[in-house]
Protein backbone atom coordinates (compact mmCIF):
# COMPACT_ATOMS: atom_id res chain seq x y z
CA UNK A 1 0.00 0.00 0.00
CA UNK A 2 1.57 3.62 -0.98
CA UNK A 3 1.42 5.93 1.13
CA UNK A 4 -0.13 9.48 0.23
CA UNK A 5 1.81 12.74 1.36
CA UNK A 6 0.00 15.00 3.35
CA UNK A 7 -1.02 17.55 0.38
CA UNK A 8 -2.33 14.69 -2.08
CA UNK A 9 -4.81 14.12 0.89
CA UNK A 10 -5.99 16.70 1.43
CA UNK A 11 -6.70 17.11 -2.27
CA UNK A 12 -8.13 13.58 -2.19
CA UNK A 13 -10.41 14.29 0.46
CA UNK A 14 -11.92 17.54 -0.97
CA UNK A 15 -12.61 15.85 -3.59
CA UNK A 16 -14.72 13.55 -1.72
CA UNK A 17 -17.26 16.89 -0.27
CA UNK A 18 -20.76 17.23 -1.01
CA UNK A 19 -21.99 20.61 -1.30
CA UNK A 20 -25.75 20.63 -0.49
CA UNK A 21 -27.46 24.14 -0.33
CA UNK A 22 -30.57 24.69 1.47
CA UNK A 23 -33.08 27.41 0.96
CA UNK A 24 -35.19 27.81 4.31
CA UNK A 25 -36.62 31.64 3.94
CA UNK A 26 -38.07 34.02 1.88
CA UNK A 27 -35.20 36.06 1.59
CA UNK A 28 -33.02 33.34 1.09
CA UNK A 29 -35.10 32.85 -2.39
CA UNK A 30 -34.27 36.10 -3.29
CA UNK A 31 -30.70 35.43 -3.32
CA UNK A 32 -31.13 32.23 -5.02
CA UNK A 33 -28.97 32.96 -8.23
CA UNK A 34 -25.99 33.38 -5.78
CA UNK A 35 -26.74 30.24 -3.44
CA UNK A 36 -27.24 27.72 -6.02
CA UNK A 37 -23.78 29.35 -7.95
CA UNK A 38 -21.86 28.20 -4.68
CA UNK A 39 -19.02 26.36 -6.12
CA UNK A 40 -19.23 22.23 -6.46
CA UNK A 41 -23.11 22.79 -4.98
CA UNK A 42 -24.39 19.27 -6.17
CA UNK A 43 -27.24 19.13 -4.27
CA UNK A 44 -30.53 20.49 -2.94
CA UNK A 45 -32.52 19.16 -0.04
CA UNK A 46 -35.83 17.86 -0.36
CA UNK A 47 -37.17 20.11 2.57
CA UNK A 48 -35.75 22.73 0.51
CA UNK A 49 -38.19 21.98 -2.39
CA UNK A 50 -41.00 21.70 -0.29
CA UNK A 51 -40.33 25.42 1.50
CA UNK A 52 -40.28 26.63 -2.07
CA UNK A 53 -43.42 25.74 -2.86
CA UNK A 54 -44.73 26.59 0.43
CA UNK A 55 -43.22 30.00 -0.79
CA UNK A 56 -44.62 29.96 -4.18
CA UNK A 57 -48.06 29.21 -2.42
CA UNK A 58 -48.35 31.83 -0.28
CA UNK A 59 -46.99 34.59 -3.05
Excluded at 21 to 32: D, R, S
Excluded at 47 to 57: A, N, T
Amino acid sequence: MKLLDLHTFIQNENDRVLTIVQIETEQAVHNLDEIVAVENARAMGEHMLKGFERLQQEH
